[in-house]
């Protein structure tokens, strides 16, 4: 069995402590059966991002003419967006590869891997082991039970980055924030596009005042069928068929996307024969030092399961470097990570929400904006709510929620000044630029009561 001193499992942000490893004379592996460069490079996103900067653009255009410019849009080259795109990806994720296999170390293990023991991994026809060990190997897409769906070609959410034919009708199975994006994706560039929501609101994870907001913004752009489920599918000559539960009727479009969360890749690596706990859902368990319950062996990323964004990712590779190298422990800190749904309209979100205030009892004010009501609204002749939640004191900022235009941009202020201990006089003291965007998240600040 080969030895190592340091063996990384996903080629993520785990990259980064191979990367800090080796570089200082540490024996390391990786093992990545898929492409270089993890979830976010390859089928998460950047390629989204990249493909939703179409369909703003193609929505810019279709909405010209309230400002005075007639326009129309010719032709919609779906096949060379997504080759564009993938080109891109691709390229990247190749040059990482290429950059490890140059060297000597790391060394790379191009196949699945599988615990055998504990720092123990089979890979391939090989086994190997290392005294640290650092599972990063992330989350795949999961399914709903629903009959027939296994038999049919539907897309998920790394197919559906890589359709080269643009549906003609999409039928989306989810609410959250993929079925959000890729919604918007396929429906700005003429795709007509089904929702097929369980509850009664899309992104039902975010302060409900906010995706209360959102779901009457995208009901407005697409057919969103709230309180319904999916009792069978089926395929046949191109078409689905889509019987929906308690319902006569039935969908008959040429795309299906299911988009209903994902799962830990955990019991692919079978990490419990490593002796290494994790929860109910599958994700694995650590400290606050990421370290889990076998000595040696430390997991962050989306395995984890806690805030599974890859700049919490990115945030949880310094200290478990720190963690696992050296004598100087520090507990991750996940106080003000923010997040971002680029669809349209976009939001973003810091802190606790609303309900989750209520939920634990907690005192709080309120501070509300409506984009209308500023200078800039009426120049984008668009509307939005940015919302404020602080303590009892209306001083010490507990949460920031926003949707509408540039959200994903707007809320990085909140951020910045929830992360720098900063009080709501932070912002309500500064001069902003008028009539500038950001005025519009100051008059939430200036509206806590």
């Known amino acids: 069995m080969k030895k190592y001193d340091v063996l990384v499992i996903g080629s993520g942000a785990g990259l980064e402590v191979a990367s800090w490893a080796a570089g200082r004379g540490l024996s390391v592996a990786i093992v990545e059966e898929g492409p270089l460069g993890g979830t976010c490079l390859n089928r998460g996103c ?25 326009s129309s849009i010719e032709d919609i ?23 490890i296999k140059s060297g000597d170390n790391p060394t790379l293990y191009k196949v699945r891997g599988k615990f ?35 038999d049919t070609p539907f897309l998920d959410s790394t197919k559906a980055l890589r359709l080269e034919k643009q549906p003609e009708h999409l039928v989306v199975i989810g609410g ?9 994706f396929y429906g700005s ?5 089904t929702l097929l929501v369980r509850g009664k609101l899309m992104l039902s994870n975010e302060d409900e005042e906010i995706a209360k907001w959102f779901t009457d913004e995208f009901s407005k752009k697409h057919e969103i069928l709230f309180d319904t489920e999916a009792e069978s599918v089926s395929y046949q000559d191109n078409t689905y068929s889509i019987k929906l539960k308690d319902s006569d009727k039935t969908l008959e479009p040429d795309q299906l996307l299911v988009a209903t969360g994902r799962v830990s890749n955990s019991d692919i690596l079978d990490v419990k024969t490593a002796g290494v706990e994790t929860d109910d859902h599958g994700y694995i368990k650590v400290d606050e030092y990421l370290k889990t319950n076998v000595s040696g062996i430390y997991a962050f990323g989306d395995i984890v399961g806690i805030l599974p964004f890859r700049h919490t990712a990115n945030e949880q590779v310094g200290y478990a470097i720190r963690n696992a190298f050296t004598e100087h422990r520090k507990s991750v800190d996940y ?4 997040h971002a749904v680029f669809s349209s309209p976009q939001i973003g979100g810091v802190g606790k929400t609303e309900q989750e205030l209520k ?12 984009l209308k009501d500023t200078g800039m609204g009426g120049a984008l002749q668009a509307n939005g709510l940015a919302k404020v939640l602080t303590d009892e004191t209306g001083q010490k900022i507990l949460g ?19 992360k720098a201990k900063g009080t709501v006089d932070a912002i309500t003291n500064s001069v902003y630029i008028h009539p500038a965007l950001p005025e519009w998240l100051q008059r939430a600040f200036f509206a806590i009561e």
Not at 189 to 193: E, F, M, P
């Open 176 to 184: 959250g924030y993929i079925a959000a994006e890729l919604a918007h």
């Open 359 to 370: 939920k634990e009892d907690i005192p709080y004010k309120v501070g509300r904006a409506e």
């Open 77 to 99: 080259d779906f096949a060379s967006i997504i080759k564009r795109v993938s080109k891109i990806v691709d390229t990247d994720s190749s040059g990482i590869e290429q950059s």
């Open 335 to 338: 106080f003000a990570i923010g």
């Open 400 to 418: 920031v929620h926003i949707v509408g235009p540039e959200a994903s941009v707007l809320i990085h202020e909140a951020i910045v000044a929830m």
């Open 116 to 150: 055998i023991g504990p720092k123990q991994l089979q890979v391939g026809e090989e086994q190997i082991e290392a005294e640290k060990v650092f599972i990063v190997g992330g989350t795949r897409p999961s399914f709903p039970p629903i009959p027939g769906l296994k």
């Open 189 to 193: 560039l003429g795709t007509k596009v």
């Open 46 to 70: 950047i390629p989204s991002k990249m493909l939703i900067h179409s369909a703003d653009v193609a929505e810019t255009i279709r909405d010209s003419a309230k400002f005075g410019i007639k």
